[in-house]
């Protein structure tokens, strides 16, 4: 019953949340969508409308044709660059390894993933800068985007200088520390890239380790001489938010980009982040206006409810560890 009651509470108000997201024109992308849109901004619900750029066409053919598609989702058989028409795109026995940049097989071998970078042929896949992307497609400017692109990060963020210092207000990149294709940035290259624009690191969504005997991944056992073993980290998927004390909150436009960041921020669990925002008054008064309910106070009691949710769970796992160690062996 308790956890009913939590789910209950968690719902009531993430529909609040979900209905103000559709009125402030929330617009998602997904840069290299191979597996479909993430659920990062599910909170949400149908108040963002997801796009999915993915510049393999047969791939795009199947995520579009999926009867259980929703409507509010898009995919595009597009490929981001800092301005090229086309490039040539690097097709590997993985295909999510597939990058415009070429294989360090080496670095595959070494971390037992040799076989994920067999080369296995080419193909011209058309692109264009982000910017001219939204533009040419119509496009809203976009809120939030996800990137997953094999090496090519620092080139899309070069061709979307308009959507980050006027859209964007969140990203999750990934980033690598180990340059598995030749010319790769990495981590501090595109945290560099990232910062001017008022982007700051919240936290680590994924984070990989690499062991070099196994393909096997931390807490996992392996067999031979070394079972346990912590592995390298190699690449991971980083979260970056603007900083809300820095953002203009004058024009409607610069209003609604302030909105966008909370309800990004509130999806990520970032709650204190997306409180500076509701807290303002003028952010406060007109999404209240929107939905006519006071959105800081569903926002708190989405915070209320994971922590009742969190209270339980801890519980729940301290009881069945002790149940665990009063056994006889």
Known sequence: MVRAGVNELM????????TLAKAVGMVSLDVGARRGIGNDLDLLGSGVHHFGLEPDLEECGILNADPDKPSNVSYLPLALSDGEESFVLNLYSQR??????????????????????????????????????????????????KIDVQGMEAEVFRGASSALSGSIVGIRT??????????????????????????????????????????????????????????????????YLLDPETLPCESEEEIK????????????????????????????????????????VAMQGCSQSLARKFKIERLLSRLSFGFMCSRPL
């Not at 700051?200 to 001489?225: A, C, D, F, N």
């Open 174 to 239: 990934e980033v690598s520390f180990v340059q598995l294709y030749e010319g790769q940035p990495l981590f501090a290259e595109i945290d560099q890239l990232l910062r001017p624009y008022g982007f700051v690191p919240m936290r680590w969504i994924e984070l990989h380790e690499w062991r070099r005997s196994t393909k096997l991944k931390y807490p996992r056992l392996s067999e031979g001489q070394i079972p346990y073993s912590r592995g390298q980290m190699i690449h991971g998927d980083v979260l």
């Open 96 to 145: 999510g390894c597939s990058s415009k940049l070429t294989a360090r097989k080496e670095h595959g071998d070494k971390f037992s993933r040799g076989g994920y970078y067999i080369h296995e042929g080419q193909v011209s896949v058309p692109a264009m800068k982000l910017d001219d992307a939204v533009s040419e497609n119509k496009i809203p400017p976009p809120s939030f985007m």
């Open 257 to 296: 980009r302030m909105v966008w960041l909370a309800l990004v921020s509130i999806c990520y669990g970032h709650f204190d982040h997306a409180e500076v925002v509701l807290k303002n008054s003028v952010v406060r008064e007109y999404c209240n206006s929107l939905v006519g309910e006071d959105v800081l």
């Open 11 to 18: 719902k009531s108000n993430a529909d609040i949340l979900s």
